[in-house]
């Protein structure tokens, strides 16, 4: 009988259109996960291989969408407020969009609205800001928990589901792979948080601090995990250079990552290499 896999998709923002190479190379496999995890941008990428979605299919629906500003800023339109009312709930907040209503315009159509129609058992990630402590979504209305999931904070309006206030997953769990470690026989992690570079040398923006400041903070988070457990494959692509919000940069994020295909194919041939050599006594 084959080993059974299991991937946790954590979360970067635009860094984590790296997953997409990920998503392809397990295609090109065969390899068909039977658990999947996601935090933030992670969750979105695990629901589309969730709903069956191709790595292929997913890699010209992410360029078909991003890869002209026309596309995306007719998208960002239709996620316009619909009510002066709305646009004011809260209080003028121009820097907090609301990212259940652009996950509506920018989702793919063979996403679900459940958890129950999705073809692979998925667990997503949020932050319950309130209850200081991290939410797994696994059932029930699935847009809603991608929304909590990706809630970046400052740039997005958190997400109420349940009387919860919820935020990004990746403040508590940016790699989930803990969640999926007792549901496959291999599990392989991606991280695609990155950290900043001073590569351009040139003094940075209190945006480009902030952003910083949390990526630093989750590598933390992760580093902790992994002295406690580790995923079977840990995959980590080179995105430090690219920022969070860096979605139009898809051409040159897929181009810098692309090496990540054949290095998930090998460190997958290793690990089924080692699970059938015999065991030593």
Known sequence: MSPTFGVAFGGGGARGLAHIHVIEALDELGVRPV?????????????????????????????????????????MWRARPGTFAEAMEGGLRVSQFNIERILKAFLPEQVPETFAELKVPLKVTATDFFGH??????????????????AIPAVFKP??????????????????????????????????VGAPTDGERKRPTSVDLMFGATQLMMQSI????????????????????????????????????????????????????????????
């Open 133 to 150: 402590k991290s939410t797994v979504f696994q059932d029930g209305d699935l847009h809603s928990a991608l929304a909590a999931s990706a």
């Open 35 to 75: 658990a999947i995890a996601g935090s933030s941008i992670g969750a979105i990428m695990g629901a589309g291989m969730a709903s069956g979605m191709a790595g292929r299919d997913i890699h010209d629906y992410a360029r078909s969408i991003l890869s002209t500003r026309a596309q995306v800023a007719s998208r």
């Open 159 to 192: 997400v109420v589901r349940g009387g919860r206030m919820l935020i990004d997953g990746g403040i508590y769990n940016p790699v989930p792979f803990d969640l999926i470690e007792h549901d496959a026989d291999i599990i392989i992690a991606v991280d695609v």
């Open 222 to 281: 992760i580093a902790n995990k992994l002295t406690q457990c580790r995923p079977d494959i840990l995959i980590r692509p080179p995105v430090s250079r690219f920022r969070v919000l860096d979605f139009l940069k898809i051409d040159a994020v897929m181009a810098e990552t692309a090496a990540v295909k054949d290095e998930v194919k090998h460190a997958v041939e290793a690990a089924l290499k080692s699970q059938y050599e015999p065991r030593k006594h």
